[in-house]
Nanobody, 121 residues
């Protein structure tokens, strides 16, 4: 699976951004998809995940109620709508994929390049 993320940028605290990830390379609808992030000086952390059919989702506690993950199996895309952004959301965001939903929230196999999100206070 090849993953291409886009949509990062600079936004003020309280604002919104929408990240998108275009997937290619194999049957898109059979893999789970998600997002990780890495802030400067920290390890990568799980943000959100969605199952292959879109029926299962999971979120990190830090983003619950603010971020929403969705997927379009026709367009082979996964999106992350980020609202009420905080300076601590500043990070490089990575689109990820794995055939196992459980594995994807811990150590996904496929990684895309990151897209930088910067939230100013």
């Amino acid at each position: 699976v090849q993953l291409q993320a886009s949509g990062g940028g600079l936004v003020q605290a309280g604002g919104s951004l929408r990240l998108s990830c275009q997937a290619s390379g194999r049957t898109f609808s059979t893999v789970g998809l998600g997002w990780f992030r890495q802030a400067p000086g920290t390890e990568r952390e799980f943000v959100a995940a969605i199952g292959s059919s879109g029926g299962s989702t999971a979120y990190a506690d830090s983003v619950k109620g603010r971020f929403t993950i969705s997927r379009d199996n026709v367009k082979s895309t996964v999106n992350l709508q980020m609202n009420s952004l905080k300076p601590e959301d500043t990070a490089v965001y990575y689109c990820v994929a794995d055939e196992s939903f459980g594995q994807m929230v811990r150590r996904p196999w496929y990684w895309g390049q990151g897209t930088l999100v910067t939230v100013s206070s």
